[in-house]
């Protein structure tokens, strides 16, 4: 089982970004997104269920978009209008339970990140 995202990059303020997850090996109930800020916890960014909906962090909602292909076994995050405290390593998560859930712990699996760094 394996979690491989792509996408980060550098971008201006106010810029976009396009984040891929691809999993492969078994398919997930809810995929998630992460971010790692620079000496900072790992944090919840965005969550898709099976059905397709969403849930954000209120840092984020109205700016990042998560989807996903279940026929692709695919996650994405559209960031938008992105500031500079989105700077940090994003990391897709899954975990095989229905619930979604905020906590790092809940999540079994996991993608090796992807930077993405907000300058002006």
């Known amino acids: 089982v394996q979690l491989q995202a792509s996408g980060g990059g550098t971008v201006q303020i106010g810029g976009s970004l396009r984040l891929s997850c691809a999993a492969s090996?078994?398919?997930?109930?809810?995929m998630s997104w992460f971010r790692q800020a620079p000496g900072k916890e790992r944090e919840f960014v965005a969550a898709v269920a099976w059905s397709g909906a969403p849930t954000y962090s209120p840092s984020v909602k109205g700016r990042f978009t998560i989807s996903r292909d279940n026929a692709k076994n695919m996650v994405d995050l559209q960031m938008n209008s992105l500031k500079p405290e989105d700077t940090a390593v994003y990391y897709c998560?899954?975990?095989?339970?229905?619930?979604?859930?905020?906590?790092?712990?809940?999540?079994?699996?996991w993608g090796q990140g992807t930077l993405v760094t907000v300058s002006s």
């Open positions: 090996g078994r398919t997930f109930n809810v």
């Open positions: 998560a899954a975990r095989t339970q229905s619930v979604i859930r905020f906590d790092i712990r809940a999540y079994g699996y």
